[in-house]
């Protein structure tokens, strides 16, 4: 059983920064493409960015291109969102997921992925 957990979350103001870090608890994290998605009230799960397991291959969502950065540390087991230029619709609870299935390319479908974190908070104030 993979566990995932997010922070770094927080409340900064448009125009700010903040790095979001999910640590994932197991071995095979190596093997795993990383994904995050956000939550805000009243919408729909939203896909942000995904990193395949060699960090090589990056995935984003146009709303966050050009802004929001994923990488990973594999010696840390830990995947990062770097994320500046925050706008107010930005805020949401941000939220990592990994595969089950080892080398599995990236995916901004949930249902790609079989393990998620609870989830960080971030809100931007306008």
């Known amino acids: 059983q993979v566990q995932l957990v997010e922070s770094g979350g927080g409340l900064v103001q448009a125009g700010g920064s903040l790095r979001l870090s999910c640590a994932a608890s197991?071995?095979?994290?190596?093997?795993?493409?990383m994904a995050w998605f956000r939550q805000a009230p009243g919408k729909e799960q939203e896909f942000v960015a995904a990193i395949d397991w060699s960090g090589v291959s990056t995935n984003y969502a146009d709303s966050v291109k050009g802004r929001f950065t994923i990488s990973r540390d594999s010696a840390k087991n830990t995947a990062y969102l770097q994320m500046n230029s925050l706008e107010p619709e930005d805020t949401a609870v941000y939220l990592c997921a990994a595969p089950g299935v080892s080398y599995a390319p990236t995916s901004r479908r949930p249902a790609s992925y079989d393990y998620w974190g609870r989830g960080t908070q971030v809100t931007v104030s306008s």
């Open positions: 197991d071995r095979t994290f190596g093997r795993r493409a």
